[in-house]
C-alpha cells in the first residue's frame, strides 16, 4: 500500500520522494557494510594506511632511533631529486624495465599462443602447472637459485655455454655480467605470469568469431591482428601494469644475487631506498623517495592505459 502511495506521488508531481517515502529502518541500510567491512578494514590497514605513514614521514625529518620527527616541508623531496645515488638507482630500474619488460611480453605471447593451440589436454594443464612454479617461488630463494646456477666455477650455465666453446663467465664478479645476470632471472621468473595473463585473453575470444575469420582469410597474422588482439588489450595493458609494479618494487631477488654490487651495478631503486632507510637510518629521505617511486609507477601505468586500453 505504501508503494502504490508512492508511485502515485511520484507520477502525479514529479518528484521523487516526500512524506510518503519509507526509508529501510537503520539496521537494514547498514547491513551490506557489516558484509563488506572486514575486508575494506583489512584492505585500508594493509594497503592504505602504509602509503599514508610513509607520505606522513616523507615531509618529516627522522633519524630513526634518534629524536622525534620534524616537519621539514620538500626539503627530503629536493634531497631526493637532487641526490646523485637515487638518479642513478632509478635510471637502473628503468633500463631493467626497458629491457625485461619487451621481452616477457613477447615471450608471454609466444606461451599463451602455444597454450591456446589445440594439444593434448594433459600436457597443456602440465604446462600451467610448469608456468605457476617460478611465480609460486619466494624472490629469495630465485636469488639463491640463481647465485648456484650462474657461479662462475660450478653453475649449470657455464657448464651449457662450455658446451659450445664458450669459456667461463663471471656473472656475478662484473659490473655488466652481474646486471645481465639480474636481467636474465627476472625475464625468467616472471615471463609465465605474463603467459598466464595473456593466456587468459585469449580464452575471452568467442569461438564463432575466429571461425568466421578463418572463413574470410586462411593467413594467421590478419587473423590475430583484426579478430584476437583487440580482445587482448586489456590483458596486455593489465600485465603491462603488474610487471612495471613488480620490476619497480623488486628487492628480495637482486639483493640475494648481487646485494646491489658489484660497485652498485646492480643497486636498483628498491635496493637504494633500503639502504638509506635501514642502514642510514633516514627514514625522511627514505619515505619521500618511496613516494617517488609510487608516483613514478602511476604515471607508467596511466601511460599504457592511454596508450593500449583506451584506443582498443
Not at 112 to 119: I, V
Not at 291 to 306: E, P, W
Amino acid at each position: 500500500m505504501a508503494t502504490t502511495t508512492k508511485t502515485e506521488f511520484v507520477e502525479s508531481t514529479g518528484q521523487v520522494g516526500g512524506a510518503d517515502t519509507v526509508r529501510p529502518p537503520l539496521r537494514q541500510r547498514l547491513e551490506p557494510w557489516f558484509f563488506v567491512a572486514p575486508s575494506l578494514i583489512l584492505l585500508l590497514m594493509v594497503g592504505l594506511f602504509p602509503i599514508v605513514y610513509t607520505g606522513y614521514f616523507s615531509f618529516h625529518d627522522w633519524t630513526m632511533g634518534f629524536g622525534t620527527p620534524s616537519f621539514s616541508g620538500l626539503s627530503n623531496y629536493i634531497e631526493a631529486l637532487t641526490t646523485k645515488a637515487f638518479g642513478l638507482s632509478v635510471a637502473r630500474t628503468l633500463v631493467l624495465l626497458a629491457i625485461t619488460l619487451p621481452v616477457q611480453l613477447a615471450l608471454g605471447m609466444a606461451i599463451a599462443l602455444a597454450l591456446d593451440a589445440p594439444h593434448n589436454p594433459f600436457l597443456k594443464r602440465l604446462l600451467q602447472i610448469c608456468l605457476v612454479i617460478p611465480i609460486a617461488v619466494t624472490p629469495a630463494v630465485i636469488g639463491l637459485l640463481a647465485q648456484l646456477m650462474f657461479n662462475q666455477q660450478f653453475g649449470i650455465i657455464n657448464y651449457l655455454i662450455g658446451l659450445v666453446g664458450i669459456g667461463p663467465v663471471d656473472w656475478l664478479g662484473g659490473s655488466v655480467s652481474a646486471f645481465a645476470t639480474v636481467v636474465i632471472v627476472q625475464i625468467w621468473e616472471w615471463t609465465p605470469f605474463v603467459a598466464l595473463v595473456l593466456s587468459a585473453s585469449l580464452a575471452t575470444v568467442p569461438k564463432d568469431i575466429e571461425e568466421a575469420a578463418m572463413l574470410e582469410t586462411a593467413r594467421w597474422w590478419p587473423r590475430f591482428k583484426s579478430v584476437v588482439l583487440p580482445y587482448m588489450w586489456p590483458g596486455i595493458t593489465a600485465a603491462l601494469v603488474f610487471q612495471t609494479a613488480f620490476t619497480v618494487k623488486a628487492f628480495g631477488m637482486i639483493y640475494s644475487i648481487a646485494k646491489g654490487g658489484p660497485g652498485g651495478a646492480t643497486r636498483t631503486a628498491m635496493l637504494h631506498i633500503e639502504r638509506v632507510g635501514f642502514r642510514g637510518f633516514d627514514v625522511g629521505l627514505a619515505s619521500a623517495e618511496s613516494v617517488l617511486m609510487l608516483v613514478m609507477s602511476i604515471v607508467l601505468a596511466q601511460i599504457y592505459i592511454k596508450a593500449f586500453y583506451r584506443d582498443s
